[in-house]
């Protein structure tokens, strides 16, 4: 059990019998009472985001979060409406195991995936329920737009294309075939490898 004070970003709760991870935390004090820690919450199954108050008296359930290590193979357009996107992935030793998650589950990182990345899928009651992408991959940039000439003292960026299909911005001296890294969280250029 964790105590109010203990609850803080990325650690993961059991809130109203469900897994959370915490994303923000801040313990005060208002005027003449006791502290209390005001956390902001993502649900681990849903991906809902709520905020809550825990005060001194409360004692938090830690989630047990096991992680396994899968390797990702491939996407495709999906079957159902709206054509939401599929991702099938494989335990990492065993390649003949395969599963499909859907997009909700993971997340924004999902455009920075390329096939035969190792990733940690996180098991909450032996059920995968997302997916952890490392902070920084690297990625070849596959469409990139000469440089121009011009005002480049406030750091100019232009946009590329990477690899994976994703957009992101970055400073005018990358170019085509360069390989950058990249913050998944973020979604930003960090720099060029």
């Known amino acids: 059990m964790l105590d109010y004070s203990e609850v803080t970003v990325h650690k993961y709760i059991i809130y109203e019998n469900e897994p959370w991870e915490v994303t923000g935390s801040h313990v005060f004090r208002k005027q003449q009472r006791k502290p209390v820690n005001a956390v ?11 905020e809550t108050t825990f005060h001194v008296s409360d004692k938090v359930e830690e989630a047990d979060i096991d992680k396994k ?18 991702y099938w992935f494989c335990e990492a030793n ?21 096939p035969n990345t190792v990733v940690d899928a996180m098991l909450f009651d032996e059920k995968i329920i997302g997916i952890k992408f490392p902070i920084k991959m690297e990625l070849r940039v596959v469409e990139a737009h000469e440089a ?21 911005q970055v400073p005018m001296f990358v170019k085509e075939g360069d390989v950058v890294r990249v913050n998944t969280e973020t979604g930003q250029y960090t720099d060029r490898v």
């Open 40 to 50: 902001k919450l993502r649900n681990l199954i849903t991906g809902r985001i709520t």
């Open 69 to 86: 290590e899968v390797k990702y193979l491939y996407q495709k357009e999906g079957r159902l409406p709206a054509g939401r996107q599929e």
């Open 94 to 114: 065993d390649p003949s195991k395969r599963f499909e998650l859907p997009e909700e589950m993971i997340g924004p990182g999902a455009k920075f995936l390329k």
């Open 148 to 168: 121009t000439r011009g005002n480049t003292a406030q750091g100019a960026t232009k946009s590329v294309k990477l690899e994976t299909g994703a957009e992101i």
